[in-house]
């Protein structure tokens, strides 16, 4: 089978390719055999590839975190039978040791989810990695109820224009930071109740004049560098500024009196982590919540373009550029 595989971590653009590779072995109990149609390219999968991701995988190594696919094979099993995972069901497939980027895989029942037939496959490709992390992230990490506020960084991505929806749909608002300020009308369309410029915007002064003062008691970044101690500044006294993502590769320099005086917190989030202490029907629920959400256009991904496996050096220059304004998947029927 065709599958993507590197042998050192690097450039994807030099260290990524396209191999006939042995097909993974029957699955045993408790696993399900996929034939994989289509799976987004995520930033997470290109952090991997440079070897700067939270887990590294022993080479060679297959990206791909998740994506869609057809059950081809079941190896028995309780929870494939709870689950109605029989041959033909499409699934999203979640994998958590990456690898879907090829044409069979082989995964636990666990990391598969059954999905109805009125959800497009480009759709059920981005399934998991931030529908999951925008409903965690803002309803089972931070709690912000209706009528709260969250402000947050890189607002333009797949995952900020979720978390906008959700605030409309759930009652809390977002004040939403973009480097590119064309992107206000768009974002404002979706629900945001707010969209300042991290070039051209005093942050601070900004989230003041929005909230009459009294700051944002949340606040969530996946930038680093400077633009981190503007929202710092931008937070209410005790509030919280939960860091999930690494964009710009730069290290964050912090005033401690920014946080010391009104006793802000810092915390870190990782979907991994945070999966990882889950039960096997809090997922079930979980699962539940982002298909309706999905279905109701709130968790959906707003895709650029769609690339064959024959044409990945052209789908990673694409995911590399500014401005793509939506995700790129590979095809891999
Ligand atoms: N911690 C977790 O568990 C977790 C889970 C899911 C996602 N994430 C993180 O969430 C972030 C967004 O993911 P995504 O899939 O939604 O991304 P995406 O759709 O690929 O979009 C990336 C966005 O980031 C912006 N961007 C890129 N580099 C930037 C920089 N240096 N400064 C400011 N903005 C920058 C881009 O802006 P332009 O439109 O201007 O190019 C684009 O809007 C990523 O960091 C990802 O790793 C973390």
Known sequence: MKAVVFDRFGDPREVLTVRDIPMPAEPQSGEVRVRMRMSPINPSDLMMVRGVYGRLPTLPATPGFEGVGVIESVGGGWLAKLRGLRVGRRVAVLNGTSGNWAEHVVLS???????????????????????????????????????????????????????????????????????????????????????????????????????????????????????????????????????????????????????MSAQRVIEGFWLSEWVKNQGVLRMLGLFRQIITLMRAGILTTPVAATYTLDQLSQAIEHVEKSARGGKILLKLV
């Open 109 to 259: 029942a666990r990391n598969v989810v059954p999905v109805p037939d009125d959800l497009p496959d480009e759709q059920v490709a981005a399934f998991f990695v931030n529908p999951a992390t925008a409903l965690v992230l803002t309803q089972r990490v931070l709690h912000i109820g209706r009528g709260g506020w969250l402000l947050q960084s890189a607002a333009g991505s797949a995952l900020g224009q979720m978390i906008i929806r959700l605030g409309k749909h759930l009652g809390f608002h977002t004040i939403n930071v973009v480097r590119r300020k064309e992107l206000a009308s768009e974002l404002t369309q979706l629900g945001a109740d707010a969209v300042l410029s991290s070039v051209d915007d005093d942050i601070p002064a900004r989230v003041a004049e929005i909230t009459g003062g009294a700051m944002v008691p949340y606040a969530i970044d996946c930038v680093g560098g400077a633009g981190v101690c503007e929202l710092v500044k931008s937070l209410a006294p005790q509030g919280r500024l939960l860091l999930y993502g690494t964009l710009s590769g730069e290290p964050i320099s912090l005033e401690p009196r920014s946080l």
